[in-house]
Nanobody
């Protein structure tokens, strides 16, 4: 089992920045591909970003590319999501996810409880 705990969410004005963190425990963190997803009210869960086990490869959803950056620190068992130039459409609950072998978003095995991000004008 892998336990994931997100933090860093909150309220921010449009154009601002937030950094989310996800602390993992329970298994060897560096064995897992890590990802961030989000879900806004009334919408389906959306892939935001993913990062390989070593951090050497990253991928982003089209709506956040160029504004968000995913990174990880395997020594601290933590994955981060730096979010810049936030806009109203970024308002959602953000979830951290971990998977041993990930080709599709549905391949993630473990999920955190989520952290709310609210962007206001």
């Amino acid at each position: 089992q892998v336990q994931l705990v997100e933090s860093g969410g909150g309220s921010v004005q449009a154009g601002g920045s937030l950094r989310l963190s996800c602390a993992a425990s329970g298994r060897t963190f560096s064995n897992y591909v890590m990802g961030w997803f989000r879900q806004a009210p009334g919408k389906e869960r959306e892939f935001v970003a993913g990062i390989s086990r070593t951090g050497g490869m990253t991928g982003y959803g089209s709506s956040v590319k160029g504004r968000f950056t995913i990174s990880r620190d395997n020594a601290k068992n933590t994955v981060y999501l730096q979010m810049n130039s936030l806009n109203l459409e970024d308002t959602a609950v953000y979830y951290c996810a971990a998977g041993l072998s990930v080709l599709l978003p549905s391949d993630y095995d473990y999920w955190g409880q989520g952290t709310q991000v609210t962007v206001s004008s």
